[in-house]
């Protein structure tokens, strides 16, 4: 099923979390690629289509100023809507936090961490990535945290946090919220889908209806023809052959008076004149 498929790929992507959690401790570059890795992976296992339903680092142009803005992940909805993921949280604060066992230290770790990432919040909402060309209808950005209990951490300690960024349009997501929330999207791509293969197969069954209708009409048509053909048929037929007064009839006397001719009548043809 899906969620036990999701289970399987949280415990896989907690593993990951637990190398990047071994990557904090060494330089700003190291966590980055832990990080993009397991943005990637998370992006790979969403069942949404790369290149179609999401893009990796689109060069975009502002219009404001022309200057070029290279989002991590830009994700499309249906009805030209979009979502950018941003994966460029530092975690050095949280990495002092863990690896410190002097109670007084953490919580200083722990205000740094959060002035971190309310500080990311700020700049992603300033960045008004709305005015990128090629942003249609921007929903939300989500502000991607690589290592969940890194989000939890913050979250616990500052309970307006989520708010804070959702008033911002920004949604903090850890590698599980985050494929959740792609799930729903590819979800919703399918029924997209499904209402767009329904209008379709209304349409060709519209126009099927419509040529069935034509070759009824057309049926009726020639059925009337055929009835109008075999009436002509059948008067032609008795003033050829019917009565002591058709044609066949007038030869027949022809024929009785001597005039030579080397064929004769078939004989019901014969019969019907006599009747």
């Given amino acids: 099923s899906e969620i036990k498929q999701i289970k399987e790929i ?9 190398n990047l959690t071994n990557a904090l401790k060494g330089e700003s570059k190291t966590q980055g690629i832990w ?6 992976r998370v992006l790979e296992n969403s069942g949404l289509k790369a290149g179609e339903s999401y893009k990796r ?12 803005y290279r989002p991590d992940v830009i994700v499309y909805l249906p009805d030209r ?12 604060a949280y990495e002092q936090y863990i690896s410190t066992e002097r109670e007084e230290q953490k919580q200083d770790f722990a205000d740094q961490h959060l002035i971190s990432i309310r500080k990311h919040i700020r700049e992603l909402s300033d960045k008004d990535y709305t005015g990128l060309k090629g942003v249609e209808t921007l929903d939300f950005i989500f502000m991607f945290v690589p290592v969940e209990s890194a989000l939890l951490m913050a979250m616990e300690h500052d309970a307006a946090l989520f708010d804070f960024a959702f008033k911002k349009n920004v949604i903090l997501v850890g590698p599980t919220t985050l494929m959740v929330a792609l799930r729903a999207v590819e979800n919703t791509w399918k029924q997209e889908q499904q209402q767009h293969n329904a209008q379709e197969i209304a349409k060709r069954a519209g126009l099927l209806f419509d040529k069935f209708v034509g070759f009824v009409e057309s049926v009726n048509r020639l059925g009337k023809q055929i009835n109008t053909i075999q009436k002509t048929y059948e008067e032609t037929y008795g003033r050829l052959h019917t009565g002591s007064g058709s044609l066949t009839s007038q030869f027949q006397k022809l024929e009785k008076l001597g005039a ?3 064929k004769r009548l078939p004989e019901h043809v014969l019969r019907e004149i006599d009747d």
């Fill in 10 to 18: 949280n415990l896989q992507m907690s593993r990951e979390a637990n």
């Fill in 35 to 40: 990080g993009e890795m397991i943005l990637e």
């Fill in 260 to 262: 030579a001719a080397s």
């Fill in 57 to 68: 680092e689109v060069s975009l142009e502002h219009e404001s100023d022309n200057s070029r």
């Fill in 81 to 92: 809507r979009e979502i950018i993921i941003d994966a460029k949280t530092s975690l050095r």
